[in-house]
């Protein structure tokens, strides 16, 4: 929070919500809400607040990735050009081999902070086995909600691996603040058996807990669940647990299994047709969309624009370096656009102002979070961030919202705020101390370099 009111200006202010103001302002108060918006001339001038000029930019809400994995940024690159299916026991063999402890994971978390911030993200769904996020998220000043992840493929795994989720559970939501929330992921369908998707369920429930779930991803896991083979099923049969087919899709085991009771945030959601998707509006279920992660994976294409016109609230993430390499919603955006307009052979689908939204307060809703973030509004807390339009890739400037999305790019973020306070400014992230953590990070990467990409002997989707 801030200890007194701040009035920044700027050439655009983008309220979301509303249409862009040319030369407008936002003023703060000193609890870090927004308490006006609107053309320079028209918001007030206190006497005591500091006056912030940004001049050639826009001012946004701060950006919303509602899917990434903090703890696996010392995993960028590491992974490259693998099949899915054999992606996920390299990198949990790299984890293994590198005897990665809490501390490298905080580490990895705090850097992820330090991206992210200049970047412009100010909201982070974040799913993890180890939470180090949430310390991160806390001592980075970050806004998110932290998904502790729970695995379990075979059925006899479930009790065990819920009474371990339990204690996980338990410990974080001790530190827990306005900012920083917990809820639970079981994993996805190739770690969670039924049983446990069932009992995470009821968990999630009654604790009032959020819910996420990697969710038709992968052909893999369509294989696995709609006819019991496939390469997570052979590497799963190794470990003598049974895999009969599952459903007719993901979407209606969880349903079946009473994981869209809770609400979820479904991650991915490459592979929906229409009656999922029907299952997941009735459910209120929200989506986290991964386009780069996607493509970069070979999942495909997920049917964005079938999901919005069917009412689901969708929102951008990332997904971790280890698949994507980047944390930029800018760019998630645009690739979100243009994989729809080449799927569909539509040049006039999903407008630069319904990114913005997505990039924002659908990303907001998508988190449950839109009643405090995701659109300037008077009363709504004071999450921005002011991207410029200096630069010689972005000038000349038609449209300041297009530019944000086929011009702008992360590193042209000057100005990151999280509820009234500053976090990254002049290239510098505030809350952190990036020159110390680089080092920490660069030698877990050499630690995992050593073990190599290898491929796994068979596909076992074990954590």
């Known amino acids: 929070m801030t200890t007194r009111r701040t009035r920044y200006t700027a050439h655009w202010?983008?309220?979301?919500?509303?249409?862009?103001?040319?030369?407008?302002?936002?003023?703060?108060?000193?609890?870090?809400?927004?308490?006006?918006?609107?053309?320079?001339?028209?918001?007030?001038?206190?006497?005591?607040?500091?006056?912030?000029?940004?001049?050639?930019?826009?001012?946004?809400?701060?950006?919303?990735?509602?899917?990434?994995?903090?703890?696996?940024?010392?995993?960028?690159?590491?992974?490259?050009?693998?099949?899915?299916?054999?992606?996920?026991?390299?990198?949990?063999?790299?984890?293994?081999?590198?005897?990665?402890?809490?501390?490298?994971?905080?580490?990895?978390?705090?850097?992820?902070?330090?991206?992210?911030?200049?970047?412009?993200?100010?909201?982070?769904?974040?799913?993890?086995?180890?939470?180090?996020?949430?310390?991160?998220?806390?001592?980075?000043?970050?806004?998110?909600?932290?998904?502790?992840?729970?695995?379990?493929?075979?059925?006899?795994?479930a009790e065990g691996s819920l009474a371990g989720l339990r204690q996980k559970v338990e410990a974080m939501r001790e530190r827990e603040t306005d900012l920083v929330r917990v809820g639970i992921s079981p994993h996805a369908p190739y770690t969670v058996s039924d049983r446990l998707f069932r009992a995470s369920a009821d968990y999630a429930l009654a604790e009032g807990l959020p819910v996420a779930v990697h969710a038709a991803e992968a052909d893999a896991e369509d294989q696995l669940v709609r006819h019991g083979d496939g390469p997570f099923a052979r590497g799963l049969n190794r470990r003598g647990i049974e895999t009969p087919p599952r459903g007719r899709s993901t979407i209606e085991l969880l349903e079946r299994t009473g994981v869209l009771r809770t609400r979820p945030l479904l991650i991915h959601c490459v592979r929906v047709d229409d009656e999922d998707r029907r299952r997941m509006a009735d459910a209120g279920a929200t989506v986290a969309h991964c386009p780069a992660a996607n493509a970069r994976l070979g999942h495909g294409i997920a049917p964005l624009v079938e999901m919005v016109e069917d009412g689901i609230v969708v929102g951008l993430g990332t997904d971790s370096v280890a698949s994507n390499n980047r944390l930029d919603v800018f760019e998630e955006a645009r690739l979100a656009q243009i994989g729809q307009r080449a799927r569909l052979r539509d040049g006039t689908l999903l407008s630069a102002e319904s990114l913005l939204r997505m990039a924002t307060i659908?990303?907001?809703?998508?988190?449950?979070?839109?009643?405090?973030?995701?659109?300037?509004?008077?009363?709504?807390?004071?999450?921005?961030?002011?991207?410029?339009?200096?630069?010689?890739?972005?000038?000349?400037?038609?449209?300041?919202?297009?530019?944000?999305?086929?011009?702008?790019?992360?590193?042209?973020?000057?100005?990151?705020?999280?509820?009234?306070?500053?976090?990254?400014?002049?290239?510098?992230?505030?809350?952190?101390?990036?020159?110390?953590?680089r080092p920490k990070v660069e030698a877990i990467a050499e630690r995992l370099a050593r073990c190599g990409p290898r491929r796994p002997a068979h596909a076992s989707p074990e954590p």
């Not at 918006?37 to 946004?60: F, M, Q, S, T």
């Open 13 to 157: 202010v983008l309220p979301v919500t509303a249409p862009p103001i040319r030369d407008g302002a936002v003023l703060v108060d000193a609890n870090g809400r927004i308490e006006a918006v609107g053309p320079d001339a028209a918001v007030p001038r206190p006497e005591d607040a500091l006056e912030i000029e940004l001049g050639e930019v826009a001012l946004l809400p701060g950006l919303v990735n509602t899917h990434g994995h903090p703890e696996l940024s010392a995993m960028r690159g590491l992974l490259d050009d693998l099949p899915f299916h054999e992606w996920i026991p390299a990198l949990n063999r790299a984890k293994r081999e590198a005897a990665l402890d809490d501390e490298d994971y905080r580490v990895a978390a705090r850097w992820t902070c330090v991206e992210a911030l200049a970047a412009g993200i100010t909201t982070i769904g974040a799913t993890e086995d180890s939470g180090a996020a949430m310390d991160a998220f806390l001592e980075a000043g970050l806004r998110g909600i932290v998904y502790r992840e729970v695995f379990g493929p075979a059925p006899e795994q």
């Open 362 to 437: 659908e990303g907001a809703r998508a988190l449950g979070l839109e009643d405090r973030v995701g659109s300037l509004e008077p009363g709504k807390d004071a999450d921005l961030c002011a991207v410029s339009f200096s630069g010689a890739h972005i000038v000349p400037l038609h449209d300041p919202v297009s530019a944000l999305f086929h011009a702008a790019r992360a590193p042209d973020v000057l100005l990151t705020v999280v509820r009234g306070r500053v976090l990254y400014q002049q290239g510098q992230v505030v809350s952190l101390d990036a020159d110390s953590i």
